[in-house]
């Protein structure tokens, strides 16, 4: 069984920055496939980033390319988002997710989900 438990989460103003964390329980961090997800009030839960279990492949929503980076310690059994230039659309529920397969983590199918950590981009 996995836990993950999301945190950083927080009030920022438009060109802001954010890191948030994802913190995995358990013994098998290094085989899961992790990815960040967001939705926003009344919209569908969208993929933001995802890295594969070894901290090389990446992926990530063209509306984030070049502000966010997705990154992961496993000293730490802890996934990172970064997010830079912050825009007020990027105001929603992030939600960490982790899975052993790629396509389920990518799809939204994963196995293990966080509870969510709100962001909020306003000045």
């Known amino acids: 069984q996995v836990q993950l438990v999301e945190s950083g989460g927080g009030l920022v103003q438009p060109g802001g920055s954010l890191r948030l964390s994802c913190a995995a329980s358990?013994?098998?961090?290094?085989?899961?496939?992790m990815g960040w997800y967001r939705q926003a009030p009344g919209k569908q839960r969208e993929l933001v980033a995802a890295?594969?279990?070894?901290?090389?492949?990446?992926n990530y929503a063209d509306s984030v390319k070049g502000r966010f980076t997705i990154s992961r310690d496993y000293a730490k059994n802890t996934v990172y988002l970064q997010m830079k230039n912050l825009k007020p659309e990027a105001t929603a529920a992030y939600y960490c997710?982790?899975?052993?397969?790629?396509?389920?983590?990518?799809?939204?199918?994963?196995?293990?989900w966080g509870q969510g950590t709100q962001v909020t981009v306003s000045s």
């Open positions: 997710n982790a899975d052993l397969s790629w396509r389920s983590v990518v799809t939204g199918a994963a196995t293990y």
């Open positions: 358990g013994s098998i961090f290094s085989r899961l496939v």
């Open positions: 890295i594969g279990s070894g901290g090389v492949t990446t």
